[in-house]
């Protein structure tokens, strides 16, 4: 089993939307290194949901991956805002995965907490400028992270 975090800002999708649809298709990632990691994911696989862009920004729960190299069903939306005009369904540029909901976590882990904790080379998502929305956690690492919020 490996680890990763996903970040997503919170008024598109929280933990409290994966929480009531219980699973859900990670789509709409156009980036491709954030696409790569997506690729490398497999089933069984646990995320950390991180909400981004709000005050303050941090880790609020666990999810699992249960469906991996998924095809991306929003590149061929034109209406869509992940549209990607080059794909097509005989070669889809972008897989992703489908999670379920584990938990939310008894206490929100802030950024500045996880400055605290680790240094950029051990968790990226600490890394100054750092914008990718798929990110691998080292085991080591997740069980820090699961110890900071008391979760076994």
Do not use: C
Request: glycine share 4%; aromatic share 10%.
């Amino acid at each position: 089993m490996n680890y990763w975090l996903l970040k997503s800002e919170p008024r598109d999708y929280s933990i409290k939307d994966l929480e009531r649809d219980r699973a859900a298709i990670w789509d709409g990632v156009r980036n491709y290194q954030a696409r790569n990691f997506l690729r490398q994911m497999r089933s069984g696989d646990r995320a950390f949901f991180y909400h981004s862009n709000t005050k303050p920004p941090g880790i609020v729960g666990l999810a699992k991956v249960i469906r991996e190299n998924v095809i991306d069903p929003t590149q061929f939306d034109p209406n869509d805002k992940h549209y990607d005009p080059k794909a097509t369904p005989e070669n889809p540029r972008w897989q992703t995965v489908e999670l379920e909901f584990i938990k939310t976590f008894p206490r929100f882990i802030s950024l500045t907490e996880l400055k605290e904790n680790f240094l950029a080379d051990e968790l990226l998502v600490v890394k100054r400028g750092n914008r990718l929305s798929v990110m691998p956690v080292a085991e080591t690492v997740a069980k820090k992270i699961l110890e900071l919020v008391d979760v076994s």
